[in-house]
């Protein structure tokens, strides 16, 4: 039985939100540096999902069930990375399988697919090459046009190939049947200004904006010290007016705004 | 009441175990990648400590409260990175002094610090740049040699700043003051077979190195697809011979390796 899916705070009736789990040792290892979260976080920004938390774990079948159950009840949507290939460390099916506590059959289209491949291929379809025929049942194939080997989604968990383009193209085509939010806009000003004198009147201006989320993140700009100032939010009044307000605030501290 | 901290199952007595929680808006957006795991997972690799989990979370005081207190009770150690500036959204001190149940004063050594570094730059110390002198009570200061707002460790929580050159160096100070446990090394080698060829010799492979952490990682090298082949451990009789094991498998099943 699945408990009622929370809601971002901003917007509970009609905000879906998102947590994303990256699963592989390497990971953790600093092996590999990740660039999958980056990519689903922006794509779910401009598709109006709320993505409220990533976990990072291991190949470990105990803590990959563990995280897919509590963020699958806890999340309109659940994203998974990693661990669909045909080793002995790719268990993720076996993980989704046993979270919703249902049988991992090959599926007759994952396996016919991989059997022209390997066929046109002339490689030899094993054992292990088609355990990536294996899927949840209940589960539905997500179509990997590099590669051939499916992720699939069951329920709403939704789970991809770790190679970041193989992964990409697995999003790309599960996006558009993902229920919409209002799309979250964000502008930025950058200026010269610290931190420190920017807070007061920035928590001023987040006071006067609860329905906007403002954040001020310092770093450099071409070589030279600089904040950007970035607000985001689905308040269409609201988002047309903070940019002015936030350059209107630079310009009353004494600050320069950098051009574009 | 603390817990006791679990460990890793390899060496439960003596490979100590930490936990990454990375905190900020800007990660769930995508506005930012973040780079700070693979730096502090790889030398958390090089000096023994086996990292179980990263968690990537909202500046939102509940999930911070509740991410910190879970999993500085189920590891060793604990780092953060992120919201620890003057500005209103950088809410993590607050967090931390709420997760221990400890006031957030003014720590005099950091006010002294941040008040020397403001006279010096002519800069005026107003109450928000004073906030980054808070630290939870009891915690000690990290120190911060770029832009001096320090970092702080309470408890087996490392609190440290989200900026990728200030984070480095407070955790290249940390790292010497960790428990070492047992160097997890790796080798690699780097062939042209396919995983679908190398699954079940590889698996046969673990089985008789079930010490070892055998990983397989497709990918392009130099254009070409190309599968890395990973051994991790700690077990210095076994890394000795896994390597040649890893080389011999390659060339008995027809491939070639590819030179470092």
Known sequence: VNTP???STNNPESTPTAAVILIGNELLSGRTQDINLQYIASKLAGHGITLRETRVIPDDEAVVVEAVNTLRHANDYVFTTGGIGPTHDDITADCIAKAFGVALPRHPVAEEML???FKE???EPNEDR???????EGGTLIDNP???APGFNIGNVFVMAGVPRIMQAMFDSILPSLRKGPVIQSVSVTC???EGTLAAPLRQLQTHYPMLDLGSYPGKFEGAPRVMLVARGTDEHAMAKIEEALRSMVIALGGKIEAE
């Not at 088609?130 to 949840?136: H, N, Q, T, Y």
Request: glycine share 4%.
């Open 146 to 148: 590099i590669s051939v």
């Open 5 to 7: 899916p929370n809601s």
């Open 121 to 123: 291929r002339e490689i």
């Open 115 to 117: 059997l022209a491949f």
């Open 130 to 136: 088609l355990r990536m025929a294996r899927i949840p």
């Open 192 to 194: 010269d200004l610290g």
